[in-house]
């Protein structure tokens, strides 16, 4: 659309994501990875199920995480339980024991990575990685870190380091030290990914991706890779390959639907800032967690708000933040680690995702419901 988000509060934070041709060509490319991993009878069939022979779980789930590595460049892939959560425990898990050190932003810590970290009993060292200097300063002093670990989305609103700029300084300086990066919320949507970047593993959701719930995405070293896949040994722990099927599946539409709603993010940010409705603020795009419009109420009605949103025909939670259940525009609070960083915007601030909707539907329900709230506050 070639909006520009310039001026916008915390423009710098904003990660640039794909133009819709772009986004074609990521599909193309994923599609010709499955080309040629699969046959084309092959996909065309459900999966298969249980242990395989040679390769302890299902041989399309093989494939298909044949696939995946290749279609990131990275040397292998292994699809886990639990999600985007699940994968990040897994490789921690996998590269740490109880009782050592990783190297974390200073910033709110998203709440299931907070209890990772409680649960697999690890310390952390936090510096700010929007200041380049002082990464560079621990990353070089430190000797005791087992992993560098960083959030490709914005863990608070005025984040500005750029993955790739950080994964290059700290393999520079110590090439050793892996880097774990979470990259949800951030794959099929921009230019590239942790791996892509030089990080030694990447995690991410495939719920996220229209996937289906609870499979989880890691891509990296070989080495870790097959270590942790040689722990999940049991039958019940595998993804089925009905479910690999599905993931490549679902992935293949995801590049062109997320550049869609992008541009809906940017065309409905500028319409608010141009007065469409009243009783906005300010609005602004942030990557909280998903692409989105924060808007920033007038007056401290944001619950009102939101209830009547959800009676206007907005959803009311995400379910996965962009999972294939999501098509109507979710119209929701502003994420615990951005009210955390700004605690006002519990009572004054929105978090929007256009999801599968376009930004004329949005106004008109946050018009109305505005109006409403306003009326029974004034009662």
Do not use: W
């Amino acid at each position: 659309m070639g909006y520009d988000v310039s001026q916008l509060k915390y423009a710098n934070s904003v990660l640039p994501s794909l133009t819709v041709q772009e986004a074609q060509q990521l599909q193309f490319k994923l599609v010709e990875k499955i080309s040629e991993h699969f046959t084309g009878a092959q996909f065309l069939t459900m999966g298969d199920l249980g242990l395989a022979a040679q390769y302890k779980k299902p041989e399309y789930t093989e494939n298909a995480e044949r696939v995946l590595a290749a279609f990131f460049g990275a040397e292998k892939a292994a699809l886990v339980r639990g999600a985007g959560t699940g994968a990040i425990r897994i490789i921690l898990s996998e590269l740490m024991k109880a009782g050592e050190t990783m190297i974390i932003h200073k910033a709110p810590v998203y709440t299931t990575t907070k209890d990772t970290i409680r649960m697999l009993g690890l310390k952390t060292k936090a510096v700010d990685y929007n200041d380049r200097k002082s990464v560079e300063a621990l990353v070089m002093e430190d000797k005791e870190s087992k992993v560098f670990y960083i959030q490709h989305a914005r863990q608070q609103p005025s984040d500005t380091y750029e993955l790739r700029q950080i994964i290059e300084m700290v393999k520079h300086l110590r090439p050793e030290l892996p880097i774990v990066v979470d990259d949800n919320y951030c794959v099929m949507k921009t230019n590239g990914i942790g791996v892509e970047y030089g990080a030694d593993f990447s995690t991410f959701s495939g719920f996220k991706l229209l996937g289906p719930e609870g499979v989880g995405v890691i891509v990296g070293k070989e080495k870790q890779i097959q270590q942790l896949q040689k722990k999940n040994y049991s039958g019940g722990g595998q993804v089925q390959g009905y479910e690999a099927l599905e993931l490549l599946r679902m992935m293949t539409f995801s590049p062109v639907l997320l550049a869609t709603q992008n541009e809906q993010v940017e065309k409905l940010c500028k319409l608010l800032n141009e007065g469409a409705i009243k009783g906005i603020e300010n609005a602004y795009i942030a990557n909280a967690q998903s692409k989105n419009v924060i808007v920033e109420l007038k007056e401290p009605i944001a619950e009102q708000v939101l209830k009547r949103s959800n009676e206007l025909g907005a959803a009311p939670h995400p379910v996965g933040a962009e999972s294939k259940y999501e098509i109507l525009p979710l119209i929701y609070r502003v994420s615990g680690s951005f009210i955390e960083a700004e605690p006002h915007l519990k009572q004054y601030g929105l978090r929007i995702n256009p999801m599968k909707s376009g930004a004329n539907m949005i106004l008109s329900i946050l018009d109305k419901a505005i109006n409403l709230s306003n009326i029974t506050s004034d009662v």
